[in-house]
């Protein structure tokens, strides 16, 4: 059986794909979904309970929480491409280059990676963010320069396994560089297990960018970023309760979504499984 | 064995001075001038060129670099800008209430995710399990912050059972450590049961089967013992990550600890403040690598003889 019918044969994989779609389609499609427009203030209907006009409530500005939510997806899934672009990219790159040439190299590149990983992620994250000035650009930019250690390993350890391959030899023999070998035949026969890393890596960007939103270190407002709302909704959280829950179950159904993808193509391209 | 621990010590020190390099750089290559944040845009000259090299920051970065390492091995983190007090002193009082949380987050983790994690193997494929499972993927995915909201909305603002906030006691711990317990306790909870699904399908748990043991016996001092080498593992290896977690749960609760030193170090550009606790948080992550490392060694005899 195929890789993809062994992943998309798992019902949890099949619902991952289906919730990830949708929250795609809810980000692309954002100001015609949206009931209001995100920044659409009406002082004279603050902290108002869901009701039909206003589906989850409204905010401390009167806005609505709903549109918020739904524009907020953008956020999220922006946030969570880029960083994860960015952390798949750097350590592809020297995961490949430590493990393809070694020596002094790797020595170096593997000593960052196990530096890095001393750090918490978030903590790591925070002090980034704390040196570039909070926003979501520098939230982007740091969730990417913490996560890479993770790609970097895992390219090292799929290009060390490959380059002993015979058509990598072959490659070789037929007089090509060692540059155009690692692109052209060892990357892409490692990225599976970078692709899965990646799925679960836009769950876990996603939970830290809303974590630095929450604590004020990410996007910052009027900017509806999920986070920043639970944390604007903890100052009203006897009055507006609403505040506190919708963000947060938005938060989860995401990063669910991508988890569940994570773990079924994991298991897609464990060999063992096979 | 000993070998193994002095190599495996030996290890630790250039990644311990790599952490005290990148603490230095993300603080020193901040946009901002920290000699301004001293003395105000308006002093003169001569002032702000006086408090410039005092604070030692007219030599060259890497003179810096180790004037920096060699007063953090005296255990002189610097001053805090907003507090004009020791940074040292600040994390001395701010180490407890972090450690305070995190053990006690670590102990509701382990408690619920190993106890969910026996039962889901034990009962592999049936209902328990499949909602064990479901637990622990919603565990990887709820947002800490936010179940702890949720804990407040509803044993505090609800119920009235627990304060909302604040430190001192036990009442005070419950929220934020369940908060942060439960989404540790799902990784916990899957290892387990994976540990356990491999153990009890061994020669060994079978014997013990044979010989008429009851299944309590046998799955929980049999199988759970040879089960929980990863487990302990993790669980090393978390106590380092569930600190970090503190910093976040600590704004939540407004637990006076190293997370919000750090987070009103970074919004008043304290830097020192900063540095201090990213260190100090990064040097003991890697000492609980260190010990989940030997912890491993010691548990599992067949390492030992490697």
Known sequence: ?274 | MRTYLFRRILLMIPVVLGVTVVVFLIIHLAPGDPVLLLVGERAPQEVYDRVRHVWGLDRPLIMQYFTFLGNVLRGNLGMSIQMRRPVAELLAGAIPVTMELGFAAMAMAVFIGVISGVISAVRAGSAADQVTMVGALLGVSVPGFWLGQLLILLFAVHLQWLPVSGYGGLKYLILPALAMGFADSAVTARTTRSSMLDVIRQDFVRTARAKGLGERVVIYKHALRNAMLPVVTLIGLDLGYLLGGTVVMEEVFSRPGMGRLMINGILSRDYPVVQGVLLILAISVALCNLLADIAYVLLDPRIRLQ
């Open chain 1, 1 to 274: 059986m195929g890789r993809w019918k062994r992943f998309t044969k798992r019902s949890s994989a099949r619902i991952g794909i289906i919730a990830v779609v949708i929250f795609l389609v809810v980000a692309a499609f954002a100001p015609w979904l949206a009931p209001y427009g995100y920044r659409a203030q009406n002082l004279n209907r603050v902290l108002e309970a869901p009701s039909h006009d206003h589906l989850l409530g409204t905010d401390e500005f009167g806005r609505d929480v709903l549109s918020r939510i739904i524009y907020g997806t953008r956020i999220s899934l922006a946030v969570g491409a880029i960083a994860v672009g960015i952390g798949m990219t750097v350590g592809t790159i020297l995961g490949a280059i430590a493990g393809y040439w070694g020596g002094w190299m790797s020595l170096v590149i593997m000593g960052l990676v196990d530096v890095v990983w001393s750090f918490p992620t978030i903590l790591l994250a925070i002090g980034f963010v704390a040196v570039l000035r909070p926003g979501l650009t520098s939230a982007m930019i740091a969730l990417g320069l913490v996560t890479w250690p993770s790609y970097a390993r895992m390219m090292r350890a799929q290009v060390l396994s490959l380059r002993e391959k015979e058509f990598v030899e072959a490659a070789k023999a037929q007089g090509l560089t060692d540059t155009r070998v690692l692109i052209r035949h060892i990357g892409p026969n490692a990225m599976s297990p970078i692709i899965v890393l990646a799925t679960l890596g836009m769950a876990g960007a996603i939970l830290v960018e809303s974590a630095l939103s929450y604590l004020g270190l990410g996007a910052q407002p009027p900017a509806p970023s999920w986070g920043a709302m639970l944390s604007s909704g903890r100052n009203f959280i006897y009055r507006a309760p609403w505040l506190t829950v919708a963000p947060g179950l938005a938060i989860m159904f995401v990063v669910l979504a991508f988890n569940l993808c994570g773990d079924a193509l994991r298991d897609a391209f464990d060999p063992r499984k096979v």
